[in-house]
């Protein structure tokens, strides 16, 4: 058994996008694989890891957990919460009469059960009558496959789940078949717009954003123009108020400006064109600001704090396609960046271009696609990794919480 667990959330959508539930994904330390043997003893430390050692509110915002059961843990669950979680029954499992029994009284019990990576067999019928939630991996399926296996479910009252939705398109194609339920990287990707037209926001938003990255702005110009608008001012106090744990009441404008650094009030002006945007979920804005938390704390283990800044930037700014429905390489040559986050943003190169390719694989749980090893030169440990991870979720929760706050005041 490793000596620690990588763990990560990954959302699960509704129609309307909003977030229904986190499915917990977990690995050994260093990403290495976990043997068979480990299965169950990793199930229960991320188990107790999440609902004991951690902020489980925190963790996943008063939403359920999926969790991946082996055979040995669904006929001897962990005594947690039957309403905090989502029993996931593998499509490797082995199916009897004792593993049927035992999900018939989990059921009674009240708990939820999702078949994960669903294909049918006869084999499953006993299961799926017990079932609530069918998962279909859409990329392993042709349209007329997809079709066909949802007309199949439709005679045992599942819920179903879409799973690796990787573009819009796909999304409401699934819609139109019935799937109540998304999970899937497609959100942080930009729409097909018809005609290549940005509507006006998205123009507006782009001029703005590009103006306030322009290296040779000074703080003076920055701070002059969210002085003079009394929605930014009054953003930028709740954002900066919640990073540092402050009071928005009693914080004023001029002296919560003076403690930032020009990076700084670029990053939290970024931060509300992001949350203004229209149709943009609130879903998206929590993906760009947990990344970009994520990237500034893995910086501070090998950079000053003022640098790590600029980091915040590389996470903020590589979700910027997703907002303005275009991709990075037409926005980032467009913008006047500096150098090095610019190649970070388009090719991955240097340090912040490393430190964002792990924010990334952190958030999809493709830890072997970690350079462990250049990290370990860092002074990074998988530790630190998932240090930084947690807290990213923590802190983006604790801003967008703000914002929300300012929205309904």
């Known amino acids: 058994m490793p000596d620690s667990l990588l763990l990560a959330r990954q959302p ?8 229904a539930a986190y499915e917990l994904l977990f690995r ?16 229960t430390q991320v188990l107790l890891n999440a609902f004991t050692d951690l ?29 905090k979680y989502v029993i996931e029954v593998l499509e490797s499992i082995h199916i009897d009469d004792e593993l049927v029994q035992q999900l018939r009284r989990l059921k009674r019990r009240g708990y939820t059960i999702a078949l994960d990576d669903f294909e049918y067999s006869k084999d499953w019928d006993a299961v799926l009558k017990l079932a609530d939630i ?11 496959q997809l079709i ?21 398109e796909m999304f409401h194609f699934c819609c139109d078949l019935g799937f109540q339920l998304f999970q899937g990287y497609f ?41 003079g608008d009394s929605v930014m001012s ?38 509300l064109s992001y949350q203004v945007m229209p149709d943009k979920p609130m879903a998206l804005f929590i993906s760009a600001i947990s990344r970009a938390r994520m990237c500034q704390q893995l910086a501070l283990a090998f950079a000053d704090e003022a640098g790590a800044h600029r980091y915040f930037s590389v996470g903020l700014l590589s979700n910027i396609d997703a907002y303005l429905d275009r991709p990075l390489k037409e926005i980032i040559p467009t913008m006047p960046l500096e150098k090095d986050i610019g190649d970070a943003l388009l090719f991955g190169h240097g340090p912040m271009g490393m430190i964002l390719r792990t924010a990334i694989a952190s958030e999809r749980a493709m830890w072997n696609s970690i350079d462990w090893e250049i990290l370990k030169e860092k002074c990074l440990t998988p530790s630190d990794v998932e240090g930084a991870y947690i807290d990213s979720i923590q802190w983006a929760g604790s801003i967008a919480g703000a914002i929300q706050s300012g929205q309904n005041a």
């Open 234 to 271: 009054a953003g930028v106090l709740r954002i900066e108020n919640a990073s540092n744990g402050g009071d928005v009441e009693h914080a004023m404008v001029d002296s919560a400006i003076a403690t930032l650094n020009t990076q700084q009030l670029r990053n939290w002006i970024t931060l």
């Open 55 to 83: 902020d489980i509110d925190a963790l996943l915002e008063d939403h359920k957990a999926y969790v991946n059961f082996t055979r040995d843990l669904i006929l001897h669950p962990p005594p947690f919460n039957k309403d």
């Open 148 to 168: 066909a296996a949802v007309d199949r479910m439709k005679t045992y009252g599942v819920k179903l789940l879409a799973e690796k939705v990787e573009s819009h």
């Open 28 to 43: 050994s330390d260093a990403g290495t694989v976990l043997k068979d043997s480990d299965a169950n003893l990793a199930t």
């Open 187 to 227: 959100l942080c990707r930009p729409r097909p717009i018809r005609g290549n037209r940005i509507s006006r926001p998205q123009l507006a938003a782009q001029s703005l954003l590009s103006a306030i990255q322009n290296p040779e702005l000074e703080i003076e110009h920055l701070s002059s123009l969210v002085a």
């Open 134 to 144: 069918v998962k279909l991996d859409v990329l392993a399926m042709s349209r007329e």
């Open 12 to 19: 699960i959508f509704d129609r309307s996008l909003n977030i």
